[in-house]
């Protein structure tokens, strides 16, 4: 239907609510406009402290394999000096039982 057609009561109700709806869909969208910028510095913001958190997490996971490394070496080590000393212990019992022996002999005698 051509504008021309349409009576001017009607054109003078709805001109003014066009308007106003115009401007509420403007405000809307500037609104829109505003929360997506919001997303994406909250989208970027959750990414950087995601990459953060990785970065500690691939430290704390390197420290805690030196750490264990370390540990390793040093119950190796530990080992290692237990399995020279016991048979130092073996010959050591072994002489308190032949002193004991011994003691046994001198006081028979």
Do not use: Q
């Amino acid at each position: 239907m051509p504008a021309e057609k349409i009576p001017g009561w009607i054109e003078r109700l709805l001109l003014p609510k066009l308007s106003e709806i115009s401007g509420d869909i403007k405000a809307i969208n500037s609104r829109i406009d505003s929360l997506e910028g919001k997303i994406d510095s909250l989208r970027n913001e959750t990414k950087t402290e995601i990459n953060s958190v990785r970065s500690e997490i691939s430290s704390l996971r390197n420290e805690t394999k030196i750490e264990i490394s370390s540990m390793r070496n040093d119950m190796n080590v530990r080992l290692d000096s237990l399995e020279k000393r016991i048979p130092v212990i073996e010959k050591i019992a072994a002489l308190e039982l032949k002193i004991a022996n011994l003691e046994k002999r001198l006081a028979v005698a």
